[in-house]
C-alpha cells in the first residue's frame, strides 16, 4: 500500500518560512511526478508546485519567486521551501505523488498539513 507522509506545517508570521517534507513509502516502480496542492475552505485543491522525472519544475503565479520545490530521489522524497509567507497562503497544503504501481499510473494525496500565516 502506498503512502504519502508529510510534515511541516504549522503557524508562522508574515514574512517568515516554512519548509514542507513529503515522503513515498509501499510498493510502487517508479515516480512520475511529486508536487504539492493547496485548498482553503470552499475552494477546490489548487497546484502549487510540481517537479517532474524529467527535471521540469512548474510554479503556481501566486508563488513563483517565493517558493522552491525539490525532490531527493534517493528518498522518494519532495520538498517545498516557503519564503516570504503571506496570509492569503494560508491553506491546507497536500503532498501529490504520480506514480507507477504494477504498471498503472495512479495519482497518490497525503493526508493534508495546515500552513497558517498571521501575526
Known amino acids: 500500500q502506498v503512502q504519502l507522509v508529510e510534515s511541516g506545517g504549522g503557524l508562522v508570521q508574515p514574512g517568515g518560512s516554512l519548509r514542507l517534507s513529503c515522503a513515498a513509502s509501499g510498493s510502487f516502480f517508479s515516480i512520475n511526478a511529486m508536487g504539492w496542492y493547496r485548498r482553503t475552505a470552499g475552494n477546490p485543491r489548487q497546484m502549487v508546485a510540481l517537479i517532474r522525472d524529467s527535471g521540469r519544475i512548474e510554479y503556481s503565479d501566486s508563488v513563483k519567486g517565493r517558493f522552491t520545490i525539490s525532490r531527493d530521489s534517493r528518498k522518494d522524497a519532495v520538498y517545498l521551501q516557503m519564503n516570504s509567507l503571506k496570509p492569503e497562503d494560508t491553506a491546507a497544503y497536500y503532498c501529490?505523488?504520480?506514480?507507477?504501481?504494477?504498471?498503472?499510473?495512479?495519482?497518490?494525496w497525503g493526508q493534508g498539513t495546515q500552513v497558517t500565516v498571521s501575526s
Open positions: 501529490y505523488a504520480s506514480l507507477d504501481v504494477s504498471g498503472i499510473w495512479d495519482d497518490y
